[in-house]
């Protein structure tokens, strides 16, 4: 069935530092990659997102890049603050499709340390 | 304008009984969705609104779990009876498209 993989479960880096988390998808129909921040008690919060017709996108300290013959796609925080500590989900959706529901991965506990 | 909405925030029940949980979408919004985060693993889809129909429930784990959207507006999502394995914080989601999803602050329901 479709499923993502998320890597690593947990990463703790210094402030400043670059963090980088990896997700694989299965569904080859997957067309629209969401990133969801949720903080301690919070809702999940979207953060940044990519479609399958673009290979990159950037959000001031946020990347994300896609690679759809790999099935992967990774998101990338620079210059790393304490307030990004945080839980990270990716997920994968076909918006074509008649529900366009998300496949999650299995989240990234950030930790940055000041 | 006001986001997804959640009630209650946290739910403890004894196994065998009712618990309903109660989502108000972003005003607007035709696609509701529920989602279940259980025991720290993956988010996981448990079934799609549009409007007040039911467009997708693949997800949902038996029939102990009964979600409705009358009207087309708020939805509720009934698990009676509950069981341990019901633990775990269910979250509502809304959208204008089935791309841009907005969610709630989940309900984190403790079954004992």
């Known amino acids: 069935g479709e499923n993502v993989e998320q890597h690593p479960s947990t990463l703790s880096v210094q402030e400043g530092d670059s963090a980088v988390i990896k997700c694989t998808y299965s569904?080859?129909?997957?067309?629209?990659f969401p990133w969801y921040k949720q903080e301690l008690g919070k809702r999940p919060q979207l953060i940044i997102d990519?479609?399958?017709?673009?290979g990159e996108k950037k959000d001031q300290r946020i990347a994300v890049t896609l690679n759809k013959t790999a099935k992967h796609f990774s998101l990338h925080i620079t210059e790393t603050q304490p307030e990004d500590s945080a839980v990270y989900f990716c997920?994968?959706?076909?918006?074509?499709?008649?529900?366009?529901?998300?496949?999650f991965g299995q989240g990234t506990t950030l930790q940055v340390k000041p | 304008e006001a986001g997804v909405t959640q009630f209650p925030s946290h739910s403890v029940i004894e196994k065998g009984q009712t618990v309903t949980l109660r989502c108000d979408p972003i005003?607007?919004?035709?696609?509701l969705y529920w989602y279940r985060r259980v025991m720290g693993k993956e988010i996981k889809f448990l079934l799609h609104?549009?409007?007040?129909?039911?467009?997708?429930e693949s997800g949902m784990p038996n029939n102990r779990f009964l979600a409705e959207r009358t009207g087309g507006t708020y939805s509720t999502l009934k698990v009676q009876p509950a069981e341990l394995e019901d633990s775990g914080v269910y979250f509502c989601?809304?959208?204008?498209?089935?791309?841009?999803?907005?969610f709630g602050q989940g309900t984190r329901l403790t079954v004992v």
């Open positions: 989601a809304s959208s204008p498209d089935r791309v841009l999803t907005f």
């Open positions: 569904d080859s129909a997957s067309n629209y």
């Open positions: 990519i479609r399958s017709n673009v």
């Open positions: 997920a994968a959706s076909n918006i074509l499709s008649n529900t366009g529901k998300l496949i």
């Open positions: 005003s607007g919004h035709d696609n």
């Open positions: 609104f549009v409007k007040e129909s039911k467009q997708d």
